[in-house]
């Protein structure tokens, strides 16, 4: 059983920054991608960033140039970045992990505000 913990988020100013942390346990494949959604009250869930081996970490076009994502893959960790951040960032982030051929493993999340 793949299991997600996720950790960092908190109350920032906007302009501010955060890290968000997720922990992975169980078999994990550093050939599949691990990442991040978040979800906003009213929207859908909605793909921050993800990132595998031997490949080029993916965006959203609102986190393009703002957030970065790395992992780990001797720990089984991801970390998501994120500067400048904006009130539209408020959401809850998942941390995610996808199993071939369409599973995907989810945290439980963990609350950003951005808000003054």
């Known amino acids: 059983q793949v299991q997600l913990v996720e950790s960092g988020g908190g109350l920032v100013q906007p302009g501010g920054s955060l890290t968000l942390s997720c922990v992975a346990s169980?078999?994990?494949?550093?050939?599949?991608?691990m990442g991040w959604y978040r979800q906003a009250p009213g929207k859908e869930r909605e793909l921050v960033a993800s990132?595998?081996?031997?490949?080029?970490?993916t965006y959203a076009e609102t986190a393009q140039d703002r957030f970065t994502i790395s992992r780990d893959y001797a720990k089984n960790t991801v970390s998501l970045q994120m500067n400048s951040l904006k009130p539209e960032d408020t959401a809850v982030y998942y941390c995610?992990?996808?199993?071939?051929?369409?599973?995907?493993?989810w945290g439980q999340g963990t609350q950003v505000t951005v808000s003054s």
């Open positions: 990132i595998r081996r031997l490949e080029f970490p």
């Open positions: 169980g078999i994990i494949s550093s050939l599949n991608r």
């Open positions: 995610y992990y996808f199993d071939a051929p369409r599973i995907n493993y």
